[in-house]
Each structure stands twice: as structure tokens, then as C-alpha cells.
């Protein structure tokens, strides 16, 4: 295990840079989630640490050791790609065994290490077969267990569970969870999935367009978003925003609508609110809305109504019996408001 | 109500066995011209041939009726020796253009796999003999090969210091074949080099970003990744060289008529000689139908080898 660390990495292909002067530290044993939209940059720096594409600038260092010039094999860490990438003429445990194989170890000892990887995934009965014998999980499991055979340093995870249907991901999203509380092995892990983000990691990295916006624990990105883009990037469904400004101690929108201030601000350089699905009810009396689309979930009922012109969700706990067309008023929890700069910067 | 809700739409619809006829009549209306096409240019013949081979029809009609002669055209065939000859010049051909052709092939698509600038320019430049006329190669080969005097044996007679005499390429016996071989490889290696080209890529990226990370250096990626991932394209390109290895004619023809000495004699020459040059139509009917045969097998060969990888 080990720490990692980036510092002021860049990335360029030819003249157009990708990612720009990226710093992040990783802690020995953390789980640290890379998410952000396609093509923000996070599979590039997980491939930069991987030393799989060449460093711009900056520096990277795996358990104090600076690695921008050395190879992937030598940098003792392990990856698992999105495609499995399992070798197709190989069985599950010629594929696991490989990269020891091409350490030149020994066959029982081989064989002790995948048997002991096999083990703890449960891969045992599949040793012989193929990939294409395999279901999408049983390869994704066969790819995580390439990576632990070796007892990598760091763990690099390039978005696994994307080629998973639903119910799969869900279910190997905890393994991948559990597997790193038993060996407290450093992960770096891409996604573009927020949700896989916010269930699996210590802390998570938002990235967009090749810089990093905010660096925290899942909640803390969650209840104190830095800007606009995380306040709707992380949270699903996402948070309501409304463009307008403060006039006479309250929230005035572009179309004329009045919300209320958390108590005590006193800022006036307001330019957007913003109110998280939950933290808005139905209220006997508040901002005047008309319902738009009732989705019952069965746990809670998604309402998205038109307050204005912007269409705002709302997630109600208990259910709830409105009408699409039917007028309601809506109030929102004034402790939980977010308020944005017209640049997108949070001000409270 | 429900028993007339499900009876109504059975009534209204057509029987199944009359909605069945007219899509078989669709069916068969867009199959129809390129099964009538392949009966007339393919079957047919093909068939004509089984009986020909049986008869003893010469090229031009003559008054005597043609007669059946069963398989006395095949027993004729195989007591000749010049067919045996030219079926082991054919099997020699084989023997040599494989690895000469295949190997130029597939060390041309490793080159062309590579990224580098005008990737597309060298891919078609490469490809170019592979749409040039083999009379044209042949030609320009012709001119290489002369004895004494061509390139070639200018460069040989340079490059030894005149210490090595001129080869009379085309007209030794001993190196016709192979000069064959060295100017068929060159015109054909481009069909091959797409298909290993096209191998190439069907191998994925992530597959040597996992070697790499696996501490596997460029040569057993190569080995460990692409070797493994080129086994079926191997066979296909081998099997398909094969076949059109045994059918060698056009360069014989043009070049050498299948001399000196019968030394480039070839099966399909051989056959095309009996038929027009002889006039036994009967007789090359016969060679054609023990090409076929020979053709047949190897193509056998090849699927139970393509199942075996799993293709």
C-alpha cells in the first residue's frame, strides 16, 4: 500500500492540453473516486498514473517515489479496464497468473497466489474456463482478481462496472467496496456514475474539462457544492437552480418568482439559488407551482413542477396524491438553501 | 365477451397457410436472380462439367457422336506423368509462396499498423501490385528476369563483384519455379496484408494496456497479444493462399508455358492445354473436376481448423 500523489500534472496532446496543472493527494489504504461528465479527463490522469500515457508537467509519486519516467510494470500498481481486457485464449487462472508468469515466479507459487485471489472472489470453480465462457460479471470479478493476485501498491479501477446491466452494478459495486475494506489497498477509481462515486468512495475528485473542481467527502460535495457544476453534477435527481438576484432581502427569479433567504445572509452579490429535490415540500402556504409530472418510485414520489418557467424537482418522502395540472405551494428547508456567484462560486 | 373479443380477429385475418405462400413467393421473388445467375454462370456448368469429364467431347464438334467413357478420362489422367508433374510443381509452388507471400504479408501489416504519418498513402502503396494486372506484373517482371543482362542480375553481378554468374531466372529449371514464386508473392501479398491489417485491429487496445501493466515487454505483447489474437486470421490467410496456390496459371502462362522442361507446369496450365491446345474437352473437364476435389478438401481442411479457434 501507498500513498499517491499529483501535483501540478499537465497533460497535451500536440498544442490542446486536456488536463491542466491537476493536484490531488491520495492517502495510503483511501478510496478516492475520479467522476466527472465524457471527456473531462479523469480516464487520462487514471492512464498518467497508470503510466500508461506520457506526463506533460508535473510530477507523480506512488509511495513517495517519483514515477513519471517509469514503466507501468514497475510503478506495482494493478488496473482494471472497463472491457475486462481479459486475454481471450487464456483460462481465469492463466490470466490471473500472468503478470507473476512474466515475473518469471514460479508455478506453485503462482498457483498459491491466484488459488488465494480466487479465494476471496469466489472464482474457484471458474479457474478453468475461458473468458467467453464467462457471464459480464463473472469477467469483471476474473479482471479485479488479475489485480489483486499481484498485491499492487495502488489499485486503479478505469469505470468497471459501466458495461454492466443495472442490478449488477449495484451488486458488484459492493464487492468492489468490500474488497477494498479487507485489504485497505490505495484505489483510485474512475466513473462517470456520481452515484457510484458517492456510495463507494472516501472522498471523491469532480473533474470538468481537465481541472479539477472540488476534492471532498461524498456529503461534504453533497451538502457544500463549491459551484454550479458540482451542486449538479453530484445528486440525482439534480439540484433546482434558479438564475435572478436579491432584492429587498429575498430571492427574486429572471421570471418574477420570490424565494426565501436563509436567515442572517446578508450577501447581495447572489446570481443563483439553488435547492436540493428533498429539501423542498408542499407546503399549506409558499411559492405558487403548477405540477407538471408525478413519479412514484414506491420509496418516495418525484414531483417535477413548473415554478415560473423553470421546471423544479421536488423528492417527497411519503407519498403524496397531486394531479399533473393541479396548483400546489412549495417551501423549501431555508437551512439547506445554496447560494452561487454569477460566476457559479458559492457565497454561503 | 372475451370469447369474442379473441374469435373477432382470427376471422378477419387470413388462414396461415395463405399468409405463409405469399411470403414465400416474396421469398422467393428476391431470391430468384441471384440464384438464376449463380445456376447459369455457376451450377450449371459445374455440373456440365461432371458429365463432360465422363465423355470424350472435343472442343470443336467433330461428326462422331461423343461418347461416354466413364472414368477412363480420370484413370488416363492419373496414369500421365505430366499431370503428376505438374501437380508437384503446383505443391512446390505452394510450398514457397506460404511463407514467402504470408510472411511478406504480415510483417508489411505490422509495419503498416504502426501510427505514423501518411499511414493511408503507405496502406494503399502497398496495396497497388494487389490491383495491378498480373499480365502487366508480368511484363515488368519479364523485363527484371532477362538473362544475361536484366536488373536483376546487374545487381547481382554489382553486388558480388562478378564473382556470381548471371541466373537465367525464367529459363533454368532449377530457378523458374522459384522466380514464379518471387513475382506471385509480390503481385498478391497485398490481399493478405488487408486481412492481417484488419486482424490487427479487431485486437483491442485495452488488451496491451493490461500486457503492459503486466510487466510484458514489446516482444511478448506480441507474442502474448498478438499472435494469439491473429489465430484465426492466420488460418484464413494460409487456407485462402493455398487455394489460389493450386490454381497458379496466368504467370505460367504468359512467362514460361510451363516450362523449361515442364519445370513450371501447372495443374490449371495443364488443364487449359488439354482443352484448347489438344481440343480433349472431355480430358480437361476431368482435370478441373480433380482440381476441384483437391480444392474441396483444403477448404474442408480450413473449417474444421476455423472451428477449432473458435471463429
Given at each position: 500500500m501507498a500513498s499517491v500523489t499529483i501535483e501540478q500534472v499537465r497533460k497535451q496532446y500536440g498544442a490542446v492540453p486536456v488536463i491542466h496543472d491537476v493536484s490531488i493527494d491520495i492517502e495510503d489504504g483511501e478510496f478516492v473516486t475520479l467522476v466527472g461528465p465524457s471527456g473531462c479527463g479523469k480516464s487520462t490522469l487514471l492512464r498518467m498514473l497508470a503510466g500508461l500515457e506520457d506526463i506533460s508537467g508535473g510530477q507523480i509519486r506512488i509511495g513517495g517515489r517519483v514515477v513519471n519516467d517509469i514503466a507501468p510494470?514497475?510503478?506495482?500498481?494493478?488496473?482494471?479496464?472497463?472491457?475486462?481486457?481479459?486475454?481471450?485464449?487464456?483460462?481465469?487462472?492463466?490470466?490471473?497468473?500472468?503478470?507473476?508468469?512474466?515475473?518469471?515466479?514460479?508455478?506453485?507459487?503462482?498457483?498459491?497466489r491466484v488459488k488465494e485471489a480466487a479465494d476471496i472472489l469466489a472464482l474457484e470453480p471458474l479457474l478453468d474456463r475461458l473468458p467467453r465462457q464467462l457471464s459480464g460479471g463473472q469477467r469483471q470479478r476474473v479482471a479485479m482478481g488479475r489485480?489483486?493476485?499481484?498485491?499492487?501498491?495502488?489499485?486503479?479501477?478505469?469505470e468497471p462496472l459501466s458495461n454492466l446491466d443495472a442490478k449488477l452494478r449495484v451488486t458488484m459495486r459492493a464487492e468492489i467496496k468490500d474488497l477494498h475494506q479487507r485489504l485497505k489497498t490505495t484505489t483510485v477509481y474512475v466513473t462517470h456514475d456520481q452515484i457510484e462515486a458517492m456510495t463507494m468512495a472516501d472522498?471523491?475528485?469532480?473533474?470538468?474539462?481537465?481541472?479539477?473542481?472540488?476534492?471532498?467527502?461524498?456529503?461534504?460535495?453533497?451538502?457544500?457544492?463549491?459551484n454550479t457544476f458540482v451542486a449538479t453534477f453530484i445528486g440525482s435527481p439534480a439540484m433546482n437552480l434558479f438564475n435572478g438576484s436579491i432584492v429587498d432581502g429575498r430571492f427574486v427569479t429572471d421570471d418574477g418568482k420570490a424565494l426565501p433567504l436563509p436567515p442572517g445572509y446578508s450577501g447581495g452579490a447572489a446570481r443563483t439559488y439553488g435547492i436540493r429535490p428533498e429539501h423542498l415540500a408542499i407546503a399549506e402556504s409558499g411559492i405558487p407551482a403548477t405540477v407538471g409530472v408525478v413519479e412514484p418510485t414506491g420509496a418516495e414520489t418525484h414531483l417535477v413542477v413548473k415554478l415560473g418557467a423553470v421546471d423544479t424537482?421536488?423528492?417527497?418522502?411519503?407519498?403524496?396524491?397531486?394531479?399533473?395540472?393541479?396548483?400546489?405551494?412549495?417551501?423549501?428547508?431555508?437551512?439547506?438553501?445554496?447560494?452561487?456567484?454569477?460566476?457559479?462560486?458559492?457565497?454561503? | 365477451m372475451t370469447l369474442q373479443q379473441s374469435a373477432e380477429p382470427a376471422v378477419a385475418a387470413r388462414p396461415a397457410w395463405r399468409r405463409d405462400k405469399s411470403r414465400l413467393f416474396q421469398e422467393m421473388g428476391m431470391l430468384a436472380?441471384?440464384?438464376?445467375?449463380?445456376?447459369?454462370?455457376l451450377i450449371v456448368p459445374f455440373l456440365l462439367s461432371f458429365w463432360t469429364a465422363m465423355t470424350n467431347q472435343p472442343l470443336v464438334p467433330r461428326p462422331t457422336p461423343v461418347r461416354f467413357v466413364g472414368f477412363g478420362n480420370f484413370l488416363r489422367i492419373l496414369k500421365d506423368d505430366l499431370f503428376w508433374t505438374s501437380l508437384w510443381n503446383v505443391s512446390r509452388f505452394t510450398f514457397w509462396i506460404l511463407p514467402v507471400q504470408c510472411g511478406l504479408a504480415f510483417a508489411t501489416a505490422l509495419l503498416l499498423h504502426q501510427k505514423m504519418?501518411?499511414?493511408?498513402?503507405f496502406r494503399g502503396l502497398f496495396f497497388l501490385p494487389a490491383i495491378t494486372s498480373m499480365v502487366v506484373v508480368c511484363v515488368i517482371w519479364g523485363t527484371l528476369f532477362q538473362y544475361p543482362t536484366g536488373p536483376f542480375n546487374q545487381v547481382i553481378g554489382f553486388l558480388s563483384g562478378g564473382t556470381i554468374e548471371p541466373i537465367d531466372w525464367l529459363g533454368d529449371p532449377n530457378w523458374a519455379m522459384f522466380s514464379i514464386v518471387l513475382l506471385s508473392a509480390w503481385q498478391a501479398y497485398g490481399f493478405q496484408m488487408i486481412v492481417y491489417l484488419a486482424g490487427l485491429q479487431s485486437i483491442p487496445d485495452e488488451l496491451y494496456d493490461a500486457a503492459r501493466i503486466d510487466g510484458a515487454n514489446a516482444l511478448q505483447r506480441f507474442w502474448h497479444v498478438t499472435m494469439p489474437g491473429l489465430r484465426p486470421t492466420h488460418v484464413f490467410v494460409l487456407v485462402i493462399t493455398t487455394i489460389q496456390a493450386f490454381k497458379l496459371y496466368t504467370q505460367v502462362a504468359i512467362l514460361t508455358q510451363g516450362g523449361p522442361k515442364s519445370s513450371t507446369e501447372t495443374v490449371v496450365h495443364y488443364m487449359v492445354r488439354s482443352g484448347f491446345e489438344e481440343q480433349k474437352l472431355g480430358y480437361a473437364s476431368a482435370v478441373s473436376v480433380i482440381l476441384f476435389l483437391i480444392v474441396l478438401v483444403i477448404a474442408l481442411l480450413q473449417r474444421q481448423l476455423l472451428r477449432r479457434f473458435d471463429v
Open positions: 510494470k514497475e510503478r506495482d500498481i494493478a488496473m482494471v479496464f472497463q472491457s475486462y481486457a481479459l486475454y481471450p485464449h487464456m483460462t481465469v487462472a492463466e490470466n490471473m497468473g500472468f503478470a507473476l508468469k512474466l515475473k518469471g515466479q514460479d508455478k506453485a507459487a503462482i498457483q498459491s489485480a489483486i493476485v499481484r498485491h499492487p501498491q495502488v489499485f486503479l479501477f478505469d472522498r471523491i475528485v469532480v473533474m470538468r474539462g481537465g481541472v479539477v473542481e472540488q476534492i471532498g467527502r461524498p456529503l461534504d460535495l453533497y451538502d457544500r457544492p463549491i424537482t421536488l423528492v417527497i418522502r411519503d407519498r403524496v396524491d397531486v394531479r399533473p395540472g393541479q396548483s400546489v405551494a412549495i417551501a423549501p428547508d431555508l437551512a439547506k438553501i445554496h447560494l452561487f456567484s454569477s460566476q457559479g462560486s458559492r457565497l454561503n | 436472380p441471384a440464384v438464376a445467375l449463380l445456376t447459369i454462370f504519418p501518411f499511414q493511408n498513402l
